[in-house]
């Protein structure tokens, strides 16, 4: 009895979980659409014009403040992201953006990761292969 | 007159590194070391170190401002500990404590080495030659005991590069960058940051040892594991109390941006966890031989690039202090070591390499290996993505920046997997693991992965990636109880008592528990990083005096602006009281200010944190305080899991510090020397 008990559980307990998440998080079709979190994400992206490395959301400076200021304004006129960055792009240079996915430079840069998992991956599976065909040779020498 | 001392100490190290150097190499070479004949230019090594280290924290203790360094970076109204600390805060010092911390080490190998040993002698000649570069350093672009030269108002602006000649000293000094006196953590995190670089030394002075004489085998692994292990655990430390100092400091609200300095500590730190774990695959299964040396180069040259990102400028950064000569020296440095190591390696390789025996890719070896290129994929992701701006710029000459973007996208995907990789792999059985038995040993963890996301969902997280890494660490910790639950029942089916028997079990194998509880702390570390990113309240409020406001279910309320002088700064702020958002009584008063440092233009803005059972509440000015005040009020929850969890994997390396050595150490005799059959 007790086994069947346990065995039951054993089921249901991942069952009723997995239902619980998906209902929980089954997406309700509203996105955030709030201007503040919008702003927000847009000033990270972008770097603080004359401050060391730092993006207009992190820095502290005064520079930084106004220029997040100015980016709320634009998100509450009605301003798109990528507009905004074209904006700080067309009046500081690309290298104001801090994520470079726009431009073929940084697609080259995301490929860099893409390609060393892919030859990782080769070598381990060659490891692998390679164990098969010497297998015949001495291992160690003696 | 201590300027002399000091640069006299230099000088004695450099001579003693420079013939340790070569008296290291010839003992290697001929296999008939001998360890007195070392011991004098490690005793010259290590006084002329202690020397240079402690003449600098006289000089500052007693504020020698003929001293250029002393003037620069310290003041007679600098807190005593901040003056300590001035000995390793700025550039010149920061050197001295890495040469006197690798004469220390030099010494502690020489002290555990046996009467003949070649390895040994091998390796201590690579660290004199290391030492050679650091206190050449010192004798010249980055002398700590330069004298001041001429004064112009009250500050110094040239000095020697010797210490000799008249000086001049200022009536007092500049006192430290506002930004290394601001906080206590800064005292004592770039010592534990400098620990873990100086630390990789070691087990990188064995690997060339061992590859310059063609030793075969693990001896060099053996004797520099507990090495790897320290070095880890206090890289470790210092990672998360720089990222804690970031927090308490920077006053943004993040411990971690991505930064270019940020990422030169994280470097060394994947490499050299990737290290670490195929260390276990050699010695267990006598595997990847050349991989390990690769590895233990590559974190070496990972710690001196570290140093050459922090101290050249080359790279804007928030933690870019200085800029001198010191940076192309660093440079050079830096391509000598991964020429001239790569070029042995290349020599050797054939000779040390072993053959690979991966019976199947589903084994403890396997995921090892997956960890290995999980890690190394991160790190040379991370590498590229750092110097990325510098390639473009000398490539096209255009400005490309990279920052938390992109890094935050490639890392979270990693990040998952290594979690994941962490929690099955833990437990899978060395060989061959049949799905069968991994099933068995992980699917009550997985039910208590699944339970828990539930329960984070249920309390209404919505975010899934925080439910995902919530679900996942959690089957991370349950697979490691649930196995050393396992294993101890196993051991107390023998008639012991269970305390007993799980004492047993860990004594057993302090090497591998040691590395689940560092696994422990990982994986509360994700969570702490997934909750704090993904349910972040952040908010910006505008108050009069008296004024409150509700954020994320706090009441933060404007009691009055304050000023605060003390010998060394002025502190301006707001008093800000916090309570539950019916804003009753307060729990908690709230001072965020900025402060002024009177050798600094711009004041440092302090935020203040206060910490609750879930939620950290930081609040920090986003403006003058005045009749009103603007403040960025940030709702953290779990951020105190982010620094336990740090604790945790630190307590994780120590642990598998008690361990034992393997074997006892080989002597030259003993040492598996490779020979050609018939040679």
Known sequence: ?????????????????????????????????????????????????????????????????????????????????????????????????????????????????????????????????????VAKVPEEVP | ??????????????????????????????????????????????????????????????????????????????????????G?????????????????????????????????????????????????????AANP????????????????LLPLGAAIAPLDGLGPNPLLQNHILMAVHPPLLYLGYVGFTVPFAFAIAALARA???????????????????????GIFLGGWWSYEVLGWGGYWAWDPVENAALLPWLVGTAFIHSAIVQRRRGMLQAWNFVLVIATFAMTILGTFL????????????????????????????????????AFRAHLVASPPRLESLVSREGFLLLNNLLLTLFAFTVLVGTMYPLIVEAASGSAVSVGRPFFDRVSVPIAFAILLAVGVGSVAPWRVARPSVLWQRTRTAVNWGLVAAAGAVIVGVRSVGVVAVVGIAVFVIATIIGWFIHQVRRAASGGKGISQAAGDTVRNDLGYWGGQVAHI????????????????????????????????????????????????RVEDGARIALSDADCGDAFAVLEPRVHIYPNAAQAVA??????????????????????????????????????????????????????????????????????????
């Open chain 2, 521 to 568: 702390g990982l994986a509360l570390v994700a969570v702490a990083i997934a909750t704090t990113s993904g349910l972040a309240v952040r908010s910006e409020v505008l108050l009069a005096q008296g004024e409150s406001a509700v954020v994320a279910g706090y009441c933060v309320h404007y009691v009055e602006p304050f000023i605060r002088t003390l010998p060394h």
């Open chain 2, 1 to 86: 007159m201590i300027a002399v001392v000091g640069y006299a100490g230099i000088l004695v190290a450099l001579v003693s590194a420079a013939v340790l150097a070569v008296v290291g190499a010839r003992g290697a070479m001929r296999g008939s070391a001998d360890r007195d004949s070392l011991r004098l230019p490690v005793v010259g090594l290590l006084a002329g170190g202690l020397v240079a280290f402690v003449a600098i924290e006289i000089a500052i203790l007693t504020h020698d401002f003929s001293i250029a360094y002393v003037a620069a970076n310290t003041a007679r109204s600098t807190p005593f500990v901040f003056l300590l600390a001035s």
């Open chain 1, 1 to 133: 009895m007790a086994e069947r008990i346990r065995r039951v559980a054993g089921i249901m307990i991942p069952v009723i979980a997995i239902a619980v998440i998906v209902v929980g998080l089954w997406p309700t079709g509203e996105t955030s659409a709030d201007p503040e979190v919008r702003a927000r994400h847009v000033a990270a992206n972008i770097k603080c014009p004359f401050c060391s490395g730092e993006s207009i959301a992190e820095s502290t400076s005064a520079v930084a403040g106004d220029y997040e200021v100015l980016i709320e304004e634009l998100v509450a006129d009605g301003w798109s992201d990528q507009e905004i960055y074209d904006e700080f792009a067309a009046r500081f240079g690309d290298g104001i953006l801090l994520d470079p996915a726009q431009s073929a430079w940084g697609i080259a840069l995301w490929a860099v990761p893409l390609v060393a998992l892919v030859v990782g991956a080769l070598v381990i599976l060659d490891l692998r292969r390679a164990d098969r065909t």
């Open chain 2, 310 to 345: 922090t101290r050249s400028g080359v790279i804007a950064s928030v933690h870019s202090f200085t800029q001198s000569a010191v940076g192309p020296a660093l440079l050079v440095f830096l391509l000598v070591v991964v020429v001239a190591s790569l070029a042995l390696f």
């Open chain 2, 215 to 237: 030793d075969r085998g693990t001896t060099w692994l053996d004797r520099t594991h507990r090495w790897s292990l320290l070095a880890w655990t206090f890289l470790t430390a």
């Open chain 2, 88 to 140: 390793w805060a700025a550039l010149e010092g920061s050197i001295v404590l890495w040469g006197v911390l690798l004469a220390v080490f030099t010494t502690v190998m020489w002290w555990t080495m046996r009467r003949t040993d070649g390895l040994g002698a091998g390796a201590l000649g690579v660290m004199g030659a290391v030492a050679v570069f650091w206190f050449g350093l010192m004798a010249t």
């Open chain 2, 145 to 160: 005991f330069a004298l001041c030269t001429s004064v112009t108002d009250g500050v110094c602006t040239a000095s020697s």
């Open chain 2, 606 to 679: 302090t935020p203040a944190v206060w910490t609750g059972f879930v939620d950290d509440v930081y609040v920090s000015l986003a403006g003058e305080a005045g009749e009103d005040v603007a403040l960025q009020v940030f709702v953290f929850p779990l951020q105190w899991l982010l620094w336990a969890g740090g604790a945790v994997v630190v307590a994780g390396g120590f642990i598998a510090l008690l361990r034992k050595p393997r074997r006892p150490v080989a002597t030259s005799d003993e040492r598996e020397r490779f020979e050609v059959p018939g040679g």
